[in-house]
């Protein structure tokens, strides 16, 4: 099955620093990695995702990389704010049915103004 | 409903006991996944359900838990036997599969084993 390794595990960054989360997977079938957000005390939430046919995608502050042929992706938050501080999750599957979503360990991004 | 809904939110139950955790998956997601959540730490796998079968039971951690689906929509999750360390926080989660794999979450359980 599939296995999904996150790395760091805590990151402290001051306002306005980017932030870089990484995370390797095993499954060189897994095409489809999104990346969750869990604030403190909520569920978690989807903030953005990448699927196998693209190298990288951007959304405002946040941007995702993946390098199949390593089998590892990456999430970028730039200019950061005191409001990213969370856990952030990465993600693999298949995106096909009959497969099940398997998440890294988390990273608590911590955002000091 | 609106979103993916659990219940109970809290249970508090003693060693021994069986206790039964519930999840509504948003209506017409077909794929559904249970997830536990310890003190701080990450998203650890036990079932995905895809309608009423369940293709990867891998996660379950003993065969203390059991989990099944009906109808294809609601989802109970059943610890048997209760020990101190099932303590946790029982997150469920659905989505469409595989025309949208976004997955959407509920609020979880916590469980607490006393």
């Known amino acids: 099955g599939e296995n999904v390794e996150q790395h760091p595990s805590t990151l402290s960054v001051q306002e306005g620093d980017s932030a870089v989360i990484k995370c390797t997977y095993s499954?060189?079938?897994?095409?489809?990695f999104p990346w969750y957000k869990q604030e403190l005390g909520k569920r978690p939430q989807l903030i953005i995702d990448i699927r196998s046919n693209v190298g990288e995608k951007k959304d405002q502050r946040i941007a995702v990389t993946l390098n199949k042929t390593a089998k590892h992706f990456s999430l970028h938050i730039t200019e950061t704010q005191p409001e990213d501080s969370a856990v952030y999750f990465c993600?693999?599957?298949?995106?096909?049915?009959?497969?099940?979503?398997?998440f890294g360990k988390g990273t608590t991004l911590s955002v000091s103004s | 409903g609106a979103g993916v809904s659990q219940s109970p939110s809290n249970k508090v139950t003693e060693k021994g006991k069986d206790v039964e955790l519930r999840c509504d998956p948003i209506s017409g997601h077909t794929a559904l996944y249970w997830y536990r959540q310890s003190l701080g730490q990450g998203l650890e796998f036990l079932i995905y359900?895809?309608?009423?079968?369940?293709?990867?039971k891998s996660g379950l951690p003993s065969d203390r838990f059991s989990a099944e689906r009906t109808g294809g929509s609601v989802s109970t999750l059943t610890i048997q036997r209760t020990q101190q360390e099932d303590s946790a926080v029982y997150l469920c989660a659905s989505s469409f599969d595989p025309a949208s794999a976004e997955a959407f979450f509920g609020q979880g359980t916590r469980l607490t084993v006393v």
């Open positions: 993600a693999a599957r298949r995106y096909q049915a009959g497969t099940a979503l398997i």
């Open positions: 499954d060189s079938a897994s095409n489809y």
């Open positions: 359900f895809q309608g009423n079968s369940a293709p990867d």
